[in-house]
């Protein structure tokens, strides 16, 4: 009878989420905001290399925004032109031998 009721706590404790930094919070408040839980890691590593704030004001403004379907694209958009350096190609300095 215990190990069935420590079982079932245990279970509902593996449904929480379970965030430990600022960059985690933030990425999962981006992914709410944009309502794409589908890539609520992407988001994450987004804030964890990149200004958090930036990144959370821009998702606040694409939320509010009622006629986008899709959030997270569109997010994807605004980022790409008002933060160009976030998407630079890093490969082409990884080996300099290579060409």
């Given at each position: 009878m215990l190990e069935k009721e420590y079982l079932e706590i245990l279970k509902e404790r593996g449904k929480q989420s379970h965030v430990y930094k600022k960059y985690q919070?933030?990425?999962?408040?981006?992914?709410?905001?944009?309502?794409?839980?589908?890539?609520?890691?992407?988001?994450?590593k987004l804030a964890k290399k990149h200004n958090s704030d930036d990144l959370l004001s821009i998702a606040k403004d694409v939320s509010e925004r009622k006629?986008?379907?899709?959030?997270?694209?569109?997010?994807?958009?605004?980022?790409?032109?008002?933060?160009?350096?976030?998407?630079?190609?890093?490969k082409k300095n990884e080996n300099p031998n290579h060409q």
């Amino acid at each position: 009878m215990l190990e069935k009721e420590y079982l079932e706590i245990l279970k509902e404790r593996g449904k929480q989420s379970h965030v430990y930094k600022k960059y985690q919070l933030t990425g999962l408040l981006i992914a709410q905001l944009l309502e794409d839980e589908k890539h609520k890691s992407f988001y994450i590593k987004l804030a964890k290399k990149h200004n958090s704030d930036d990144l959370l004001s821009i998702a606040k403004d694409v939320s509010e925004r009622k006629k986008i379907k899709n959030k997270g694209g569109y997010f994807m958009r605004i980022l790409t032109k008002t933060h160009p350096d976030i998407f630079k190609n890093k490969k082409k300095n990884e080996n300099p031998n290579h060409q």
